[in-house]
């Protein structure tokens, strides 16, 4: 193991001399994303539920919206903050009841990854997309239901920001 961690350690020095890049915690998530993906296909082969041909279009809209929704409700919301906290440090407000961090850059170089992947709503994504995928196909009831919720939530927001941006226009007008 120590071989293996010094390895690393030479390449990470080599790939970016002038700045820390966390590349042995890259390697834990893309072993923990591996993790995942080969349990997903494991118990979707122990539960002898067939695959989709093609997934169905409404679907996939669904899932891309939840997708969106819950990637920036983990990365971005105040509310879901004790989550990443062990990871990151508050910077500042972002509006829209959202959050900037910064990635805590003591300790290991597995909690920089994290930080990095909780803090990045287009990184998360990825994984996000994955467990709804695998949840249509081992439980597509409870993750419809479940990702009509986030879409719902999603379009919310996107309704509210444009209430707001009208309302902001119209008293623009009202005082000219």
């Not at 999603?154 to 509210?160: E, T």
Request: aromatic share 6%; with cysteine; proline share 6%.
């Amino acid at each position: 193991m120590g071989f293996l961690r010094a390895k690393v350690s030479r390449v990470a020095r080599q790939y970016a001399p002038h700045e820390h890049r966390p590349l042995d915690g890259y390697l834990a998530a893309m072993g923990a994303f591996g993790a995942l993906t080969g349990t997903l296909a494991v118990a979707t082969r122990l539960s002898g539920r067939p695959l989709p041909e093609r997934p169905a279009i409404a679907d996939v809209a669904l899932l891309s919206i939840a997708t969106h929704k819950l990637s920036r409700l983990v990365a971005k919301d105040a509310v879901t903050s004790p989550l990443r906290a062990p990871f990151t440090r508050y910077a500042e407000p972002a509006g829209a009841a959202e959050l900037n961090e910064e990635v805590r850059d003591e300790g290991s170089s597995v909690r920089h990854g994290i930080g990095e992947l909780v803090t990045c709503p287009f990184c998360l994504a990825v994984w996000v997309a994955t467990g709804l995928t695998g949840g249509l196909v081992l439980a597509p009831r409870l993750t419809r239901l479940a990702a009509t919720a986030l879409t719902a939530t999603a379009v919310s927001d996107f309704l509210q920001m444009a209430y707001s941006i009208a309302k902001e226009k119209a008293e623009g007008i009202a005082k000219e």
